[in-house]
């Protein structure tokens, strides 16, 4: 019987209308890609290791300066980034049925109300998760430990293979 989580995840978001044939391709080619862009101009990274995923968060195209007077717009932006990337984070676990040990790196937040909030942010996208998640809270340095409950083989273990020769993974 063939694994449907891909499908099942891409159709549980009910805000979103049944996708066309090309909206669907993109949207698998996008759990099998490194980077993730987010709307804003920012974007993800995935990395991984056996049992264990970094997602590093990144502005893209640099926003406001880090002047006295400006620094308040930046903190601004650094947040709307991070809570961009909550949700884009949530689907991509869910798209790519992500486990194990999970570290998020958002992007250092000065203000810790600031961190607060994307914590919150995340904890809420998580709870329309059905997979099982713990998540351990934001630290200083704006990193999210988590584990998550792996419960089938993801598209990049079931649409790649080793290459034989470097170790890398190909379609």
């Given at each position: 019987m063939?694994?449907?989580?891909l499908?099942q995840?891409?159709?549980?978001?009910?805000?979103?209308?049944?996708?066309?044939?090309?909206?669907?391709?993109?949207?698998?080619?996008?759990?099998?890609?490194?980077?993730?862009?987010?709307?804003?101009?920012?974007?993800?990274i995935?990395?991984?290791?056996?049992?264990?995923?970094?997602i590093?968060?990144?502005?893209?195209?640099?926003?406001?300066?880090?002047?006295?007077?400006?620094?308040?717009?930046?903190?601004?932006?650094?947040?709307?980034?991070?809570?961009?990337?909550?949700?884009?984070?949530?689907?991509?676990?869910?798209?790519?049925?992500?486990?194990?040990?999970?570290v998020?790196?958002?992007?250092?937040?000065?203000?810790p109300?600031?961190?607060?909030?994307?914590?919150?942010?995340?904890?809420?996208e998580?709870?329309?998760?059905?997979?099982?998640?713990?998540?351990?809270?934001?630290?200083?340095?704006g990193?999210?430990?988590?584990?998550?409950?792996?419960?089938t083989?993801g598209?990049?273990?079931?649409?790649?293979k080793?290459?034989?020769?470097?170790?890398?993974?190909?379609?």
């Amino acid at each position: 019987m063939q694994d449907n989580s891909l499908f099942q995840a891409l159709f549980d978001e009910q805000e979103h209308a049944p996708l066309s044939v090309s909206e669907l391709t993109a949207e698998i080619k996008s759990t099998l890609s490194r980077r993730v862009d987010l709307p804003s101009g920012g974007y993800l990274i995935f990395d991984y290791a056996e049992a264990f995923t970094v997602i590093d968060v990144n502005t893209g195209r640099f926003v406001g300066s880090r002047s006295r007077s400006s620094g308040a717009r930046l903190e601004d932006t650094i947040t709307k980034n991070n809570l961009e990337a909550v949700k884009e984070v949530v689907r991509q676990l869910r798209l790519r049925d992500i486990g194990g040990i999970i570290v998020i790196d958002f992007i250092d937040m000065a203000n810790p109300k600031n961190r607060a909030t994307v914590e919150e942010a995340l904890r809420n996208e998580l709870e329309r998760d059905r997979t099982k998640t713990y998540v351990v809270e934001i630290s200083p340095l704006g990193l999210v430990e988590m584990t998550r409950q792996n419960v089938t083989d993801g598209p990049r273990e079931v649409m790649t293979k080793k290459c034989p020769t470097c170790g890398g993974e190909f379609v």
